[in-house]
């Protein structure tokens, strides 16, 4: 797509109110889109619910990741990466067990991820 030599420098459309954000686009993504019709919310155009019936984690996540769902190489060769990488390191399962139970789980969630950032270079 050729970029336009116009540069626009202001704009004549004033503040638009939308109740409850309706027809307001925040972003635009090839992940994900939200059908105002009977499909609803779609994963790489593949309906949520149809997904949720007929498919696997692995499988959702590597249609996410790659753009496809995977054939059967793909996603033995995806479960087996997976299964490799769900170790975790002993500092964090240390982190995890000393945690106060009266945490909040974002807290943990969030502080759990930088030490994983910290000691897991992958």
Known sequence: MAMSES????SRVGPVYSH??????AGESALCLVDEGEAGLLYRGYPI???AEHSTFE???YLLLFG???NQKELSEFSADLMENAVLPPLLEVFLGAVPS???PMDIVRTGVSLLGMVDAD
């Open 102 to 104: 009266s945490s909040h």
């Open 59 to 61: 499988e959702v996540a």
């Open 7 to 10: 540069l626009v420098t202001e």
């Open 20 to 25: 409850g954000l309706e027809g307001v686009i």
């Open 68 to 70: 496809h769902l995977p």
């Open 49 to 51: 619910r149809e997904l």
